[in-house]
């Protein structure tokens, strides 16, 4: 929206004033036990912890996680496994919604080839396309390249079905409406498929972002020397529970970050709504 | 007839065809369409009215006969026909202005001349302060005045109008009517509107054709002559003496039964 209206005590009623101040106080008791939830969740474990009512050796506890977060951070190895595995996510979800919506493109400029492939976009997409990770790290290295592929791999089918059911979703008549000017196939592309196919794509994107998680963690699983992957199946490995938790706790929340970033993309991509 | 034709139907017929089976939609359709006239077309419904715009726009081919438009054979989407659909169909993310302009866009003839134009139509036609919203901010006929000036703005010959106000409530339906009649006659465009509303077609035409139902053929054409103390538009139109007179002619040609 272009005009927003600016809110001024002095022109509402004390009902709307109530109103609002209604809406606020709701608003704000949602977050309070939002976050009183966790702060619960993380206390309890930490007093049964320390009260001996659960194994710490299977469990860890809060403050054994802090202390090796602290510790991690103070050498800025967390940071370097943050760095990869954050690189290799990010390289994928973006190249994997770029190639889907590519493939998407081709499948709606040509009818006859989106029908062809059909059936095997249904049987890739039933596929659980982490089976095909240790096959894609022989075929494109073990290392980080592996790993993007991987990631990649995971969101690629789901993009392309969804960004092209997207593309067919337009309403014939608005086509309809540029061919009218005489528009061509490409500038019915370009003047409406894609930019009201945006949100869309961006919903993509943030199925993406799950996505490519995924398959970067099992990528990391098979082969990497660093990464959260890595410390988490390493911690496993050596039975340091407290290095697992950490690392999932981690992975968490810049999971939600990310998802948080296209979020704002999406806002600043998507004005009129 | 006329003086100057710019449409010629001449004996076109369509048939569509589905696995189940064949449809005849038009049968030796034939009329003609004199400069700066408005003609409606009116029929039942089904009757294949829309098939008919398509094909004169050159959106669809006739399975026989063919069109011709200022003495050439219609192949193909034509540059000097504007059409204008049922919904305004304007793109959401587009502001007013730019929904304007994407005709021009299209025919790549975005320029500063006919930038003006188009912006000199939204100010004649009352928009002028609503370039830089974005349509969901307007009301339904404010959108749909937009949708036809987004088609003037390349500035057409032929005006094609697919039952463009059924969209719209009663009232404003009324409103836009008036307002888009009184628009094509002081543009002076040519225009043939589909619509299967006999008041409509009355108020806002020089001649009404009624088809019959499908296949359909030329049933007959009436030429409107409207007795009116002020100028006419749709509106006024409605007050005419005859007006009751032609609609009870038209609408028993229809024939419509519901059964």
């Keep these: 929206m272009s005009h927003k209206n600016t809110i001024t005590n002095t022109s509402f009623s004390k009902e709307h004033i109530n109103?609002?101040?209604n809406h606020k106080k709701r608003k704000k008791e949602i977050r309070?036990?939002?976050?009183?939830?966790?702060?619960?969740?993380?206390?309890?474990?930490?007093?049964?912890?320390?009260?001996?009512?659960i194994d710490t050796f299977l469990t860890s506890s809060p403050s054994q996680m802090w202390y090796l977060f602290i510790k991690l951070a103070k050498d800025g190895s967390i940071f370097n496994h943050i760095a990869i595995s954050s690189f290799e996510t990010v390289v994928g979800f973006i190249t994997g919604t770029l190639l889907g919506t590519l493939i998407a493109i081709l499948l709606w400029?040509?009818?006859f080839i989106s029908k062809v492939l059909d059936p095997y976009m249904v049987v890739l997409n039933a596929l659980p396309k982490t089976a095909l990770a240790p096959i894609i790290i022989l075929w494109a290295g073990a290392g980080i390249t592996g790993i993007i592929v991987t990631a990649m791999t995971v969101s690629l089918v789901v993009t392309i079905l969804g960004v092209y059911g997207g593309f067919k979703e337009v309403d014939e008549d608005k086509i309809k409406m540029l061919k009218t000017f005489g528009a061509t196939k490409l500038q019915i592309l370009d003047k409406v498929i894609i930019p009201a196919s945006i949100p869309t794509i961006i919903n993509a994107l943030k199925i993406n972002v799950g996505l490519s998680w995924v398959g970067v963690i099992v990528g990391e699983f098979l082969v990497s020397q660093?990464?959260?992957?890595?410390?988490?199946?390493?911690?496993g490995q050596v039975f340091k529970l407290d290095l697992v938790m950490t690392s999932v706790l981690i992975l968490a929340v810049l999971?939600?970050?990310m998802y948080q970033g296209?979020?704002?993309l999406e806002k600043k991509l998507i004005k009129y709504k | 007839m006329c003086k100057e034709k710019i449409v010629e139907v001449k004996n076109i017929s369509m048939n569509y065809h589905t696995l189940n089976g064949e449809t005849t939609a038009l049968k030796d359709l034939s009329f003609e369409v004199c400069k700066g006239e408005i003609i409606s077309i009116v029929g039942p419904s089904g009757c294949g009215k829309?098939?008919?715009l398509s094909i004169i726009s050159g959106l669809i081919k006739p399975s026989s006969g063919h069109v011709m438009i200022n003495d050439q054979s219609v192949e193909g989407t034509h540059k000097n026909i504007g059409y204008m659909f049922q919904k305004d169909h304007l793109f959401e993310w587009r502001n007013i202005l730019d929904n304007v302009f994407i005709g021009l866009e299209i025919q790549k003839k975005l320029n500063k001349d006919t930038k003006l134009l188009a912006e000199k139509l939204l100010d004649m036609y009352g928009l002028a302060e609503f370039k830089n919203h974005y349509p969901t901010q307007l009301s339904g006929g404010m959108r749909q005045r937009v949708a036809l000036i987004r088609t003037l703005a390349i500035e057409p010959e032929l005006l094609l109008l697919d039952e463009p106000f059924s969209a719209l409530d009663y009232q404003t339906r009324l409103a836009v009517a008036d307002d888009i009649g009184s628009i094509l006659k002081k543009e002076k465009k040519t225009a043939i509107m589909v619509t299967h509303d006999i008041a409509e077609a009355i108020s806002m035409s020089d001649r009404v054709i009624v088809l019959s139902a499908r296949p359909a053929v030329v049933k007959s054409i009436h030429t409107i002559n409207l007795t009116l103390d002020c100028e006419r538009t749709p509106l006024t139109s409605r007050e005419a003496p005859e007006f009751r007179h032609y609609f009870n002619t038209i609408w028993k040609e229809l024939d419509v039964h519901v059964s």
């Design chain 1, 255 to 257: 999971a939600a970050l």
């Design chain 2, 50 to 52: 829309s098939t008919a």
């Design chain 1, 226 to 235: 660093a990464g959260i992957g890595y410390l988490i199946v390493y911690g």
């Design chain 1, 109 to 111: 400029w040509s009818d």
């Design chain 1, 262 to 264: 296209v979020a704002y």
């Design chain 1, 32 to 53: 309070i036990t939002q976050i009183s939830l966790l702060v619960v969740f993380f206390a309890l474990w930490e007093i049964a912890a320390k009260a001996n009512l």
């Design chain 1, 19 to 21: 109103f609002i101040k």
